[in-house]
């Protein structure tokens, strides 16, 4: 579908471009093989914390209005985010700027100022974001469920941090982790767009001039190079999910004055990169992830018990959850849940099997979902700038799409046998009571 550039330069780094046809944009995205689960456990938040920082100034661009207008100025889109496990950083823009915005780039990444009085504002910021998240009942409860579930492990990691740890932050705890984590080797570069552009014959020399290592090195004295090993073939061989990454607490219970009662629930799944990954998928989009999936017919549609009610599939390299959240009506929560729960339990006992039907309408869906993404510039750059860090290689969207389709219904039956019961489920519900 693309005829997709890739090569690991002598830096260490990898470098992916994505000609796409028809397009006078571009994307450029740089990722981090670093997130909050790789973070101190004194020092929750800093990933997150550092990713906001960079927009406060850099060496040549040394406050954040100077940085806006250089991007204002050319009409870019750019803006960063953080997970567990990476970090991203991208600017979006017309084509013909496509240089002017890897220089951008490596300003934002590489030389970000992290001045005291920088941080100290931003660290306001970022409790208030903290706040934000704790004010709204459902982000409140998937957060205490996760801190719940991992607890004892580096998933327990909340992303933003927690407001203690994040007052404890300072400039030179901030420079550490961009020393530690930012350095040429762990850092892949993404641009998708303009074919026209990207097949220039001078590009490649001119990116290796902007990122160049000579340039850069001085400011990373020492790094640490993250190696997540792919496969976990001999843990495979006795057990299909990982459940060291899981505590033993089953319900998390949480006391709020709301308005409904919000839920998650769900069982330890696969990691990323398993063979049966797009089986789980499939499964989860039958059960709960559009509109005419299972739960939202028979939770929202047939007993109106819930506004909003989805399954999703949370995965890392060690391991995966796949989960339901949902609001329910207050006075009804035990019937939302028990609803929730017999859908999964009646797939299993086979009262309620899957119809092939059904796992066409999923294949259907996830294909187009993956067909809908390919049609801008920045979809594209995370497609295959995620795939390669987190997987290890390239992995094209028509191969994500032959392996959905590949999958049988006695595969998806099978697996779901294996995750689902009663004795696995965690489950979490915050309410008045």
């Not at 944009?25 to 740089?30: P, Q």
């Not at 843990?235 to 089953?250: A, H």
């Not at 060690?318 to 859908?343: F, R």
């Not at 899957?354 to 999923?362: C, I, N, P, Q, T």
Request: include cysteine.
């Amino acid at each position: 579908m693309f005829n997709v550039i890739h090569q690991k330069l002598d830096s260490g780094s990898r470098l992916i471009m994505v000609p796409m046809s028809s397009l006078k944009s571009i994307t450029a995205l740089v990722l981090v093989n670093t997130g909050s689960r790789y973070e101190e456990s004194t020092k929750l938040g800093a990933a997150h914390l550092l990713e906001h920082l960079v927009f406060k100034g850099t060496k040549n661009y040394p406050d954040g209005y100077k940085l806006s207008i250089a991007l204002d100025s050319i009409g870019a889109s750019s803006n960063a985010f953080t997970s567990k496990e990476y970090t991203g950083f991208y600017v979006t823009a017309a084509s013909n700027h496509l240089e002017y915005c890897l220089k951008i780039l490596k300003e934002l990444v590489f030389f970000p100022l992290i001045r005291p009085h920088d941080v100290d504002s931003e660290k306001s910021v970022v409790i208030e974001e903290i706040k934000m998240y704790r004010d709204s009942p459902d982000d409140f409860i998937s957060d205490e469920y996760e801190q719940a579930i991992y607890r004892g492990t580096s998933l327990e990691h909340p992303i933003c941090g927690t407001i203690e740890s994040v007052q404890r932050q300072s400039a030179a705890s901030l420079r550490e982790f961009l020393q530690k984590w930012y350095g040429l080797e762990n850092i892949t570069l993404v641009i998708a767009g303009d074919e026209l552009e990207l097949n220039k014959p001078d590009l490649l020399k001119n990116i290796l001039k902007i990122f160049s290592e000579k340039d850069i090195a001085k400011t990373r004295s020492k790094n640490h190079v993250l190696n997540r090993a792919n496969g976990h073939q001999q843990r495979r061989q006795k057990f299909l999910t990982n459940n060291s990454l899981f505590s033993d607490e089953k319900l998390i219970k949480r006391q709020r004055p709301t308005e409904q009662a919000h839920v998650v629930l769900g069982w330890p799944a696969l990691e990323r990169d398993h063979p049966q990954r797009f089986a789980l998928n499939l499964l989860s989009t039958i059960m709960g992830g559009n509109r005419s999936s299972r739960l939202f017919y028979t939770v929202r549609e047939q007993a109106n018990l819930a506004y909003y009610v989805y399954s999703d599939v949370d995965q890392y390299h060690d391991g995966g959850l796949l989960g339901v959240s949902a609001g329910l009506n207050l006075e009804k929560k035990e019937e939302g849940i028990k609803l929730i729960t017999d859908e999964f339990m009646q797939l299993v006992d086979g009262t309620k099997p899957l119809s092939e039907a059904e796992l066409k309408r999923a294949k259907d869906y996830l294909t187009g979902r993956i067909y809908l993404g390919l049609e801008n510039s920045n979809s594209v750059a995370r497609h295959y700038g995620l795939s390669h860090l987190l997987y290890g290689r390239i992995e094209h969207p028509q191969e994500v799409v032959e392996g959905i389709n590949s999958v049988k219904l006695e595969q998806i039956e099978k697996l779901a046998k294996k995750l689902i019961s009663a004795k696995e489920m965690r489950l979490a519900v915050v309410s008045p009571d």
